[in-house]
């Protein structure tokens, strides 16, 4: 029940990022998608059976089953590879332009045109 309770909360704040404009916020809900997956994947493997699989040393009926913990390593690794990805998608996309403000009127420029004019000083 548990895993349940913490799948369920993983999943809505992940899906509220997703849905949110900005990058930084849809990569972070990715992050939390992909937990929400491996939790789950867990869970589908049996809570209560968590024995090693060692042969010879174990009960085979009380061992923890290893299909579910591999799908969670390659979960783990795609969801690294795309949160890179995004990443870097980010990084590359660098500072935004607001497309309603008119460039000509930057109040950040004309604060520097502004202190270039007062240090110069020519001859």
């Not at 799948?7 to 990569?27: F, H, K, M, P, S």
């Not at 795309?82 to 000509?104: H, K, M, N, S, W």
């Amino acid at each position: 029940m548990t895993a349940a309770i913490l799948v369920g909360i993983l999943v809505a704040g992940g899906v509220y990022l997703v849905l949110q404009r900005e990058l930084l916020r849809v990569t972070f809900g990715f992050v939390l998608l992909g937990h929400a997956v491996n939790v789950l994947f867990v869970a589908a493997g049996g809570m209560a059976r968590r024995d090693p699989a060692f042969i010879g040393q174990t009960d085979p009926d009380s061992a923890a089953d290893p299909l579910p913990q591999a799908f969670v390593l390659t979960a783990i690794v795609i969801t690294f590879g795309i949160t890179v990805y995004l990443l870097a998608l980010l990084r590359a996309g660098g500072p935004e332009q607001d497309p309603e403000q008119d460039p000509e009127q930057d109040p950040e420029r004309d604060r520097d045109a502004g202190a270039d004019e007062g240090t110069e000083q020519g001859p």
